[in-house]
């Protein structure tokens, strides 16, 4: 039972395009989402989180949105760049116990 | 530097041997967690400690994994009897508490190879 899902295993975008990263999540309970860059051979990054009593959350280039009653959240990137090719990993939490279920990733290309 | 670190990087074993997974976490992390990450997959949780008791060890696949952190800092995830389908990423992250939407710091994990 895949609780928070990505749909979309890759993604490619121009230099200087957005990026919108989508991920669905099946378990209401849920009160927190968070973002996560991941380079080969490195462990994950955290990029951005959101909590489930907001509907977004900016962070320089990176804004995340929750859309509750859809259960689906999306990471935005404007304007993309090539550092920012790598794996994108949505991830949830909930309760008082931080452990984390995360997506099955989406590779995000971005080219000059 | 200041991160979580993990040895080894890489590690290759036989089928049926133990092994023993090693995870730094930042100074005064109080939580820790492990977490499994299959090819092509994203990470799946295994146990989480906070300071050396661990509350919640669910993921953990069968009764040859086990973990411990006795002494709330340095933690070792093992592998007994090992079979290919152990192979994987096994990464450790800690955190200065367990609360949820807390950032967790990840380690860069070790590959296990089971042969």
């Known amino acids: 039972d895949q609780q928070v899902k990505q749909n979309s295993p890759s993604l490619s975008v121009q230099e200087g395009r957005i990026s919108i990263l989508n991920c669905d999540y099946t378990n209401s309970m849920f009160d927190y989402f968070l973002w996560y860059k991941k380079y080969p051979a490195e462990g994950p990054t955290f990029l951005i989180s959101i909590s489930s009593i907001k509907d977004k959350n900016e962070d320089g280039r990176f804004t995340v949105f929750l859309n509750k009653s859809a259960k689906h959240l999306s990471l935005h990137i404007v304007p993309s760049q090539p550092g920012d090719s790598a794996v994108y990993f949505c991830a949830a939490s909930a309760g008082n116990t931080g452990k984390l279920i995360f997506g099955q990733g989406t590779t995000l290309q971005v080219k000059p | 530097g200041a991160g979580v670190s993990q040895s080894p990087r890489y590690k290759v074993a036989k089928r049926g041997q133990d092994v023993a997974l090693r995870c730094d976490p930042i100074?005064?992390?109080?939580?820790l967690f492990w977490y499994q990450q299959a090819l092509g997959q994203g990470p799946e949780f295994l146990t989480y400690f906070q300071n050396e008791a661990q509350l919640d060890k669910s993921g953990l696949p069968s009764d040859r994994f086990f973990a411990e952190r006795p002494e709330g800092s340095v933690s070792t995830l093992k592998i007994q009897r090992t079979q290919q389908e152990d192979s994987a990423v096994y990464l450790c992250?800690?955190?200065?508490?367990?609360?949820?939407?807390?950032?967790?710091?990840f380690g860069p994990g070790t590959r296990l190879t089971v042969l």
């Open positions: 992250a800690s955190s200065l508490d367990g609360t949820s939407g807390i950032e967790q710091f």
């Open positions: 100074s005064g992390h109080v939580s």
